[in-house]
Every structure is written in C-alpha cells, then in structure tokens.
C-alpha cells in the first residue's frame, strides 16, 4: 500500500521522539509519521542498568504513548530504500510513503572487532533490541566468569553492574594505559578504576584481546600478555558506529567523516532530507574534526534542531559543533568531563592553562550526604576562554558539569568565572566563600599569571 505523510521520521531511539515532538510543536497542521523496526524502544544509556539496577528490563523502555495522542503515526516496519527523486521511502512490508520531509535517525551499530572467535556463542555486542539485551542479561546472571571489552563509558558501566550480583568474576580489558582515557586526564580515571578495582572488577590495561577460545561458545579469552581468563560470557562495549546504510544507499553526501554529513540545521546534502543523531556526523566545536560522539544528550539537542527547521530556519543554532558532554556513575562516583581534556588540547597544540579545586559539595562540611569534589578547569592561554572541564563527586558533579557545559559553549572567559553569582545553600552547594568552579577559575589566574 502506499500513504503520504507530511513529515517522515526513520528510527526508534530518543532522537526520533524529540523530532516528532518538536515538528508538532512548529507545525502543528503537518501529518507526522514514525517509522521504527522494533516494537519496544529502550533507553540507550540505561542499557547497563538492566543488569542489575533496575527491577526489570521492562523498566528502560521508552514510550511513544504521548506522540500518538498527539496524531503522530507509529509505524512498526524496516525502511529499506529511500528514493529521493520521488520522495519516497519503501519497506520490508512493501509498503510505500511519500513523504514532504525526511529525517534519518537511524542510530548507530556496535563496534565487533575482528577478533577470532567473536561469532561464538555467549559474546555479546550490545544492539539496541529489547529481546536481544533481554538474552544477554539472563546469560550474564545465570554465569559466573564474565569479560568486558573496552574501558569506555559502556564498558565501565557494564563491568560496574555486574559486580552487584553476587558470585560474579568480573575482568575489563582496556587496550590504552588507563579507561575512560578519552574523556578524561588520568587523574579522573584513575578514581573509577579505583572504585572497580574496590568492588573486585579486575582491570586489566595496555591489554588486548587476542582471542575468544571455545568450541561452539566462548570458554576463555587469550590477553595480549599471554594470560588466559574463564570466561562464560564475554560483553563488547567498545562503542558504536553510525548506521549510515540507507542513507549511503540513497546517493547522500557521507563527507569526510563517518556519518552523514549535515550543516549546522542538521540538513543533508539534499534539502528535503534531515539527519539526526548517531547516524549524522558530527565535528569538534574547537577544530571542526570529524568527532564522532555519540550520545542521547547531543541526539536530543540535533533533534529539536532539525525539528523546528524542518521548513523555515525558525530556529537558529548558535552552537557550531559538537562540545562533548559527558558523565557516568561507578559505585558512588559521578565522572562527568565537558569540551577539551588537557591531554587533548594539548595534542591539538593549545596552548592552555589549567585551574583545579578539591572540596565537598556542602557547607559546612560536617552534614550529613555530603561528597568530595574535584573539579579541573582548562582555558586557552592567550584569550583565557574557558576549554574544557572535569568534575568527580557526588551527585551534584552531573548538573555542574553542564555549567561548563554551558560555559564552554558561550566562549565565557577566566575572569567571568572567577565574578560567578550563583545561589547557596548548606545541603545543596559548596560554601559561597568557597564555590569549586570560582576557586579552580582563580586557581587558573594564578597560573596564567606566572605563565
């Protein structure tokens, strides 16, 4: 059959969602439709989660509930060609849409490396299917020696969760010298290894996998240092690539990086089509790189982009890349990084200066939930605009983090940081005499000042 629809949406992920709210929002009188393959969305970065900390699997799904009260049509199909000239998508089913606008956000895929014995049972890489997942973590449960690839977000928070259940043995493998390595100076990851190697996780660094061993299912994984580990389910957290078929498929620009390429109003090389997400490429808000980050935070922020310019530039964006806004939980500890690390503005040849404070996060120091603080600033040298930031703490580290954030993205200076007003309070901030972000700012003066 074949039906038309004002606005066409391809994925089921949190991207997908926020487009739709967002075009109804500015085009209320325009039909909207969702085309998703899978039943049951999940919650990308509650993945992890389903292991231990939540009740159920059922309990990370996201709804669609509210858009189709809206009038937005949820199709469950598998969009398999895009013809572009005719503006039409064809599916699985054999269906047909026509469409005014398209927007891809057709996700990412996991990274399988090419490792032998990797198609054998029980390794897992970590696809977005509730069924799949739903599979994995019964296997994970029910198993006593468990290997995670990659000291990145996915697999830190994975090795993190299976360490709750009782009776489990949990390795990570980290082929750089320390994890979260990428989002963080060493002094930041090394508080999460820490915290891992507390709860009994053995970290293993400078490490590859140079094999999975077994016969029809993994039974041990051969290190690069010759050590063999048991291994009943081996979990490959080594990140994503974007899911860029369908749209290399049509004839779309790729560009120079791995994923579609876009302009700053998340439009493709045709005008009509939109890419949002981890399928859309992305580049580094200080060099302009290809920087593939891939995260719900920055699909969300594409999406309401894409979603109020899909006919008029209603809209318009004045962040001009992406910034990199992390945060991750370990045991207790939040790791939250923002913009350039001082190891990599380093290799990029920046010139900077660094500010740093350690503390609690409420005042006085002797009530109750309080947590430590660590926060490190880095600014450009010459101009003194503010580059980067990392934040170890408690639960007030997610929103700080976002503060620079914030700062980063406004190009807001040392001196601006140091004159912050901000509000106070003894349970919910550090002391107004001794507020982190000013401290590490005018920690920062005092080196910029020698230098």
């Not at 970590?126 to 990659?150: Q, R």
């Not at 910034?323 to 500890?333: K, M, N, Q, R």
């Not at 007003?421 to 920062?444: E, F, G, N, R, S």
Request: aromatic share 8%; net charge positive; proline share 4%.
């Amino acid at each position: 059959m074949e039906f038309s629809t004002d606005i066409l949406i391809i994925g089921g992920g949190p991207a997908s969602i926020v487009v739709a709210g967002t075009a109804r929002k500015y085009y209320p009188k325009k039909s909207i439709t969702i085309i998703k393959d899978k039943e049951t969305s999940i919650v990308p970065c509650g993945i992890p989660y389903m292991t231990a900390s939540l009740e159920k699997p059922q309990d990370n799904t996201m709804s669609f509930a509210g858009l189709e009260k809206d009038g937005v049509k949820i199709v469950i199909d598998r969009a398999k060609e895009i013809k572009r000239q005719e503006k039409k998508v064809l599916t699985e089913k054999g269906d047909i849409y026509t469409y005014e606008k398209l927007v891809l956000a057709t996700g990412s895929k996991p990274i399988q490396p090419k490792i032998k014995g990797f198609e054998l049972e029980n390794v897992f890489p970590i696809f977005k299917d509730f069924n799949y997942l739903v599979k994995m973590i019964e296997k994970i449960k029910e198993s006593k020696n468990i290997v995670v690839l990659g000291g990145g977000f996915i697999g830190v928070e994975f090795a993190d969760e299976i360490s709750n259940l009782n009776g489990k043995n949990v390795y990570l493998v980290e082929m750089q010298p320390n994890i979260l390595l990428n989002s963080f100076d060493r002094e930041f990851s090394v508080l999460a290894q820490d915290k891992l190697i507390e709860k009994g996780v053995k970290v293993f660094t400078n490490t590859k996998v140079e094999e999975i061993i077994g016969s029809r299912q993994v039974e041990k994984v051969l290190l690069s240092d010759g050590r063999v580990i048991e291994a009943d389910v081996v979990v490959c957290g080594l990140g994503g690539i974007p899911n860029t078929v369908l749209a290399a498929e049509s004839g779309l620009d790729m560009g120079r990086g791995k994923g579609i390429w876009v302009d700053e109003y998340m439009r493709t090389s045709d005008r009509n089509v939109f890419a949002v997400g981890d399928c859309a490429g992305k580049r580094d808000f200080f060099t302009r790189r290809d920087n593939p980050v891939m995260l719900a935070s920055i699909a969300t922020a594409e999406a309401r982009i894409a979603g109020a310019n899909l006919y008029e530039l209603k809209v318009i964006r004045e962040n001009k890349g992406t910034i990199g806004i992390f945060s991750t939980y370990v045991s207790g500890l939040v790791l939250a990084s923002a913009g350039l690390t001082e190891n990599s503005a380093k290799k990029e040849n920046f010139e900077v200066v660094v500010g740093n404070c350690e503390g609690v996060d409420k005042h006085p120091a002797g009530l109750p939930h309080r947590s430590k603080l660590k926060i490190k600033l880095i600014f450009s040298k010459q101009s003194g605009i503010l580059m980067g930031g990392q934040v170890a703490g408690g639960f007030s580290a997610g929103e700080i983090i976002n503060i620079i954030g914030m700062g980063i993205q406004r190009n807001v200076s040392l001196t601006e940081l140091e004159t912050l007003q901000m509000a106070t309070h003894p349970y919910l901030t550090p002391a107004p005499t001794k507020y982190h972000l000013v401290i590490a700012a005018q920690d920062a003066l005092k080196n910029f000042s020698r230098g």
